[in-house]
């Protein structure tokens, strides 16, 4: 069996442990599970405001 490696990092929003499967990166922000819970919960959805969108176009390229 392989071993994952597991690092010990302090949560960006409420400041305890959390335990992520990756190398933390200075200044990149750190979630622990019930932080990273609430914000995939609250985010909002995206959606494209732009009046200037044509779907029919956007996957062709124009070349000239």
Do not use: D
Not at 31 to 57: D, G, H, M, V, W
């Amino acid at each position: 069996m392989s071993q994952r490696n597991v690092y010990e990092a302090k949560c960006t929003i409420c400041n305890q442990i959390a335990i992520v499967p990756f190398k933390p990166t200075p200044g990149k922000p750190v979630y622990c599970k019930t932080c990273f819970a609430k914000r995939l919960t609250n985010q909002p959805i995206r959606t494209n405001t732009s009046n200037n969108f044509e779907p029919k176009q956007a996957w062709a390229r124009r070349r000239k």
